[in-house]
């Protein structure tokens, strides 16, 4: 789980709005974790790119 940490903690470092959705955890073969994750993202667009004025 400490490695799970370290995923959502690179996560919040990224330069856009990441949500995180739908964890679902389960054991695998060899003390190793599978995870199935529904990511959004978000971004801020500048008037250039369509944004709101």
């Known amino acids: 789980y400490h490695e799970f940490g ?4 690179g996560i919040a470092a990224l330069p856009r709005i990441v949500t995180v959705h739908n964890i679902n ?25 369509g944004g709101v004025q």
């Open 6 to 9: 370290n995923f959502i903690s």
């Open 25 to 49: 955890m389960t054991p695998g073969n060899d003390n190793e974790l599978t995870m199935d994750i529904l990511a959004k993202t978000y971004r801020y667009l500048d008037e250039e790119e």
